[in-house]
Each structure stands twice: as structure tokens, then as C-alpha cells.
């Protein structure tokens, strides 16, 4: 058996060929992207080094700091729009409840669907001539509120979150669900037997024991609100006057249209930075709360 | 067991939120579907009904004048070329990880596991510098190589999980047959992890064709461009005809969702599995 598993030149073969397309295309290139980030280049001429001033830049320009605001914006408003909303729904489909599955099915499948194609349709129901929000007012005999949505630098960050929370509640939900199945089923018939009703046993059951699920769940709604790019590029652009512009697209915006490379890999490394910040702290939570049953 | 008035009042309350989340996830793409049946007057003077005729000619000109059917095609080279590759070589390493004998496997796990937190954010300039100096920007292959590496992360979480809770007792046998390493991967190993295989092909597949940011930053020429990129061109050159538009993003939808209905639980377990990682 041994001679099988442990020979070295199979093991190799194994390995090597991911191995090297990973080092190559994804190692390297992160730590060649710090060195960038302390250039100033456009790629072709030759480049200067500038040590930190990039980073020292990027802190005065308003734009990055409005998008960094932006992004904890994003942030903060994922995060109360996906977690109460995903537990509630989880909450009722997780108790057998008829068409359970059918439901999780659904609330998943906006997460699926590319991310261009929801921000197109969304540009059309907040269409200001056609779009279905303005109808609805229009309907409801409320026309003073109509708006043009995404053309309105007060709005238009708060459209987005509502799609961003129409994509991805269903997938919180569906990973919520999958913590609760690991709660055994003894524990509610317990809880069933004393009485104890269905809130009660949400209350002192099932949250407490879904917590560092939620926790992880929460890191996971962070690193995404960081990563978000297709929405915005689509619906706004990072307009009006980049007044939804993020850290991504304003990465996208620095570094292939104004071809400032080594600013736009700063905008990088702040990116990856504030991603392992968040991981680190989630490892954090997670390793002292860990449950056994 | 019957239900006391209090609690059938509560369950047609949970129901109701239910379907209402359910008209709001669907309606909208429902409403897509209507509207692209529509002429731009239609859709402008009766955004709620239903349209006069179920005519195909806005999927006729998105197809002709949109090049609908060229980003489609580009998008599944890219996307199955780059699938194979990756769970292949994935699937591969895995194996090593979770069975072969040698020192350096849980570390080389852990460097794997490490792409998880990595934002692609954080190396595009370096690769396309580099695709630069390789003269492969503008190619397929630049969009393909590095979703290959973007990969490999997740697929080798999922992977390594299942390969290593299999039992080894077909390998022993296998290997007093004399079987050699290759057999045994490709003829026992292969086949069993096949559930697990589908739903690292199908997420990967997924994530490949949805995005947006690797082709618009690698590719420049429209002839090679996936949907997703295509898609954005199409806002710009047909700014106010919106109903070849919308039935473009109709085009684009339909495989996913088609796609979704038919392994929607590889999926889910997928996506799930791979983020709680990360």
C-alpha cells in the first residue's frame, strides 16, 4: 500500500500541475501587487518608486475616501437587511413546514443569476418612465413619490442595497437552514413536551445554538459587501458624480481608465487587508465557540 | 394533529410572508419575460400587461445586431474550458491531500485554503501586467487561466472533505489486484466522488459565467467578449431601444436558470459549503 500512496513520483504528478498554475497565477501576482502598489506606473514607460505616497494619496482623494464610506455603508446595510430577514425566513422553513423546500429553492435562485443581468433588470423596474416603482406609486395614487431612482445621488446607494438584499437573502437563508439541521431533533421534542411554544423554542434553542453560524454568516455578508462590483458597474456606474462609486470600481476606474496602475494596486492591497481582517476576526469567534452536541 | 384557531392564524400569517417573498423574487423576472415580448411603445404605455403579441422580434434583432449568440458562444468556451481544467487538476491534488502518503500535504492544504480570503481585487494589475508581457491579453486564455486558479481554493475544500471520508478498503484491494496509482484514481476513485465532482463543476460554472470583471479588464475585442460584458455594451449601444435589451438579458438568464431547476440541490449544497469557509 505504502509503495502505492507514498511514491514521490506520482505524488508529484498529483500535485505539481495545480500547484504551479496557482503559485503563478494567483501567489505571486498578490505579492507582486504590494510591490505595484508602491509604484508609480503605467506599465509600458518606466516606473518610479514612490514608497508609501500612493497610500498617502488615496487617503486625500475624496473619491476613495466617499467610496470606502460607501462600502461600510454597503456594509452596515447587508448586514441588517440579510440577517434578520434570512433568520426569519429560515426560522419558518426550517420548522417542516409544507413547500419548505419548494421556497428555499426560490429565495436561492436570485444568488445563481449574473450578477449584470440582475442589475439590468433592476435598472428597468427603477426605470423613471416605465420602471415598476414608479407605476406602483403611480397605482397606489402616491406619484408625489415617485423619484428617478438611480439618477438621485441620495438614492441611488440605498437602490442598490435593496437589490444586493433581493439577490443574496435567500442564500443567507439557505446557510442558516443548514446550521439548524445540525441541531438535533431531541432537543425540540424536549422543548415540544414541556410545552414550550414556537418562539420560545426559537429563543432558547435555536439561536443560541445557530449564534456562531451567524457570527460566520455575518463575516461572509462583510467580505461581500467588499467584493460587490457587478451592481454597481452596471446599474451606475459609480455615478452620479461617484456617489455610489466602491472601492472595486473605483479600483477598475483608476487602474484601466486612467491607467494609474500603482495607485489602483493600493486600492488592491487596502481590499485584501480589510477581506483578512474580517476572516481573522470570524477565526477568532469561531475557534472559542465551538458546540458539540 | 388539529390546529387550535390561534395557531392556524399564525400559519396562514407565516404563509402569507412566504408567497409574498416568493412574488418578489419572481415577479420581477416574470415581468422581464413580458416585457421583451413588447415594442419599446408597449413597454412605455403598459409596463403591467400583457403584451399584444408573443412576437420573437426582439430576440431576432438582439441575436442579429446585439451579437447575442457570439458572447454566448465565447462565454461557454470560457467557462467549460476553465471547468474541466480546474476540477481535473483539483480533483487531482485533493486526492493527493486527502490519501497519499507525504509530509507537506496538510500545509499545502492550508495554502490552498488560504485562497478562500483572497479578493481578485488584489492581484488583477499584476496579471494583466503580466498577460501583457506574455502577449496573451485579448485572448481566452487570459480569462481562462486565471479563473482556473480562482477556483481551485473552493473546489479543493469540497473535494478533499469527501475524498477523505471514504473508506479505503476499495484502494487496498485495488492495490493487491495491482492496480497502479492512476487506476486507481481514474477507474474507483473518480467515479465514486462523482456527486461531489457535479457540484464543483456546476459552482464553478456558474461563477466563471456570471462574471463580469476578468473579460472586461482582459479582453478588448468585442468579437471575443463573454454575455456578461456584452450585456453592459448593449446599454450603451442601444441606450433607449429597451426591449431588444431586456430580451438579451432574457438570453443570458435561461441557461442559468435552466441549469439551477436541474441541479439546484448540487448548487445550494455548493455555494453554501464553499462560503462557510471562507
Given at each position: 500500500m505504502h509503495n502505492v500512496m507514498g511514491n514521490k513520483k506520482s505524488i508529484a504528478v498529483f500535485v505539481l500541475p495545480a500547484f504551479i498554475i496557482y503559485a503563478v497565477f494567483a501567489l505571486v501576482p498578490i505579492a507582486y501587487n504590494v510591490y505595484v502598489s508602491f509604484l508609480q506606473t503605467d506599465l509600458m514607460s518606466p516606473s518610479k518608486f514612490v514608497g508609501f505616497k500612493n497610500y498617502i494619496n488615496l487617503f486625500r482623494d475624496k473619491t476613495f475616501t466617499g467610496a470606502l464610506k460607501n462600502n461600510i455603508l454597503m456594509v452596515i446595510g447587508s448586514l441588517i437587511a440579510h440577517l434578520p430577514l434570512a433568520l426569519f425566513f429560515g426560522n419558518i422553513l426550517f420548522?417542516?413546514?409544507?413547500g419548505s423546500h419548494f421556497f428555499q429553492t426560490v429565495f436561492f435562485?436570485?444568488?445563481?443569476?449574473c450578477g449584470v443581468a440582475v442589475g439590468l433588470t433592476w435598472t428597468f423596474v427603477y426605470n423613471s418612465q416605465f420602471g415598476l416603482v414608479n407605476k406602483f406609486f403611480e397605482i397606489i395614487g402616491m406619484?408625489?413619490?415617485?423619484?428617478?431612482w438611480l439618477a438621485d445621488k441620495d438614492l441611488a446607494l440605498f437602490c442598490i442595497i435593496v437589490v444586493v438584499m433581493w439577490q443574496f437573502v435567500g442564500y443567507h437563508m439557505v446557510i442558516q437552514i443548514a446550521a439548524m439541521k445540525n441541531i438535533p431533533s431531541s432537543y425540540y421534542e424536549a422543548a415540544e413536551i414541556d410545552g414550550a411554544s414556537k418562539w420560545v423554542q426559537f429563543k432558547s434553542i435555536t439561536f443560541p445554538l445557530i449564534k456562531p453560524i451567524l457570527k460566520v454568516d455575518a463575516v461572509l455578508i462583510i467580505t461581500g459587501s467588499l467584493k460587490y462590483y457587478d451592481l454597481v458597474a452596471v446599474m451606475t456606474g459609480g455615478g452620479p458624480n461617484h456617489a455610489t462609486e466602491l472601492m472595486s470600481t473605483y479600483m477598475f476606474y483608476q487602474g484601466?481608465?486612467?491607467?494609474?496602475y500603482g495607485y489602483s494596486a493600493a486600492i488592491g492591497v487596502i481590499l485584501l487587508v480589510l477581506c483578512m481582517c474580517s476572516v481573522g476576526l470570524s477565526n477568532l469567534v469561531f475557534r472559542t465557540e465551538t458546540i458539540e452536541f | 394533529m388539529k390546529l387550535s384557531a390561534r395557531e392556524r392564524f399564525i400559519m396562514i400569517l407565516k404563509y402569507a410572508a412566504l408567497l409574498l417573498f416568493t412574488v418578489l423574487c419572481l415577479y420581477p423576472l416574470f415581468w422581464l419575460l413580458l416585457s421583451s415580448f413588447k415594442t419599446n411603445t408597449e413597454l412605455y404605455e403598459n409596463p403591467w400587461g400583457l403584451p399584444e403579441s408573443f412576437s420573437l422580434g426582439n430576440y431576432i434583432q438582439a441575436v442579429n445586431e446585439g451579437h447575442i449568440l457570439q458572447y454566448f458562444f465565447n462565454s461557454v468556451i470560457i467557462a467549460v474550458a476553465a471547468v474541466l481544467v480546474s476540477v481535473l487538476l483539483s480533483s487531482m491534488v485533493s486526492y493527493a491531500i486527502a490519501r497519499m502518503e507525504w509530509k507537506l500535504s496538510g500545509f499545502m492544504l492550508q495554502v490552498f485554503l488560504?485562497?478562500?480570503?483572497?479578493?481578485v481585487y488584489a492581484m488583477i494589475v499584476p496579471l494583466f501586467s503580466m498577460f501583457n508581457k506574455m502577449g496573451l491579453?485579448?485572448?481566452h486564455l487570459a480569462v481562462i487561466i486565471p479563473h482556473i486558479a480562482i477556483a481551485f481554493p473552493m473546489a479543493i475544500f469540497i473535494m478533499n472533505g469527501f475524498m477523505g471520508s471514504l473508506p479505503r478498503e476499495m484502494e487496498e484491494a485495488a492495490v493487491v489486484d495491482g492496480c497502479n496509482i492512476y487506476q486507481i484514481f481514474f477507474r474507483i476513485i473518480m467515479p465514486i466522488s462523482k456527486s461531489s465532482i457535479v457540484t464543483v463543476a456546476v459552482v464553478t460554472f456558474i461563477n466563471i459565467w456570471n462574471d463580469l470583471l476578468l473579460p472586461q479588464i482582459f479582453l478588448t475585442d468585442s468579437a471575443k467578449m463573454t454575455l456578461p460584458v456584452g450585456l453592459t455594451e448593449f446599454q450603451g449601444q442601444y441606450a433607449t431601444n429597451y426591449v431588444v435589451e431586456i430580451a438579451a438579458v432574457i438570453i443570458t438568464i435561461i441557461p442559468s436558470i435552466i441549469v439551477y431547476i436541474w441541479l439546484h440541490r448540487h448548487i445550494m449544497e455548493g455555494m453554501v459549503a464553499g462560503a462557510v469557509k471562507g
Open positions: 420548522q417542516k413546514i409544507k435562485l436570485p444568488s445563481v443569476i406619484g408625489g413619490l415617485q423619484k428617478t484601466f481608465r486612467t491607467l494609474k | 488560504l485562497g478562500m480570503m483572497i479578493p491579453l485579448n485572448t
